[in-house]
């Protein structure tokens, strides 16, 4: 079982950053391939990023390369999501999720979620 808990979201304005931070407990937090996913009002959950255990290969949405960077502290047992430059479409919910396998795209390829973090970005 891995518990995991997102904080950092808040309201920023275009153009702005944030850093979203996931901490994970219960598990060997080292081996275990963590992502990033979001969902808007009315929308799907759609993958953001993700990262494999080393940390050696990372993933990103085309919506997102270049401004958001995924990144692991596997002494912290914590992931992180750094936002920057952000657009009102990037306002969402932010969810990180791990799974036991190999790292994926798809929402079901993850076997635990934390809450969510509230993004907005206003314009």
């Known amino acids: 079982q891995v518990q995991l808990v997102e904080s950092g979201g808040g309201l920023v304005r275009t153009g702005g950053s944030l850093r979203l931070s996931c901490a994970a407990s219960g598990r060997t937090f080292s081996s275990i391939a963590m992502g990033w996913f979001r969902q808007a009002p009315g929308k799907e959950r759609e993958f953001v990023a993700r990262i494999t255990w080393s940390a050696i290969t990372t993933d990103y949405a085309e919506s997102v390369k270049g401004r958001f960077t995924i990144s692991r502290d596997n002494a912290k047992n914590t992931v992180y999501l750094q936002l920057n430059s952000l657009k009102p479409e990037d306002t969402a919910v932010y969810y990180c999720?791990?799974?036991?396998?190999?790292?994926?795209?798809?929402?079901?390829?993850?076997?635990?979620w934390g809450q969510g973090t509230q993004v907005t970005v206003s314009s």
């Open positions: 999720a791990a799974t036991l396998g190999v790292s994926s795209r798809r929402p079901d390829g993850y076997h635990y």
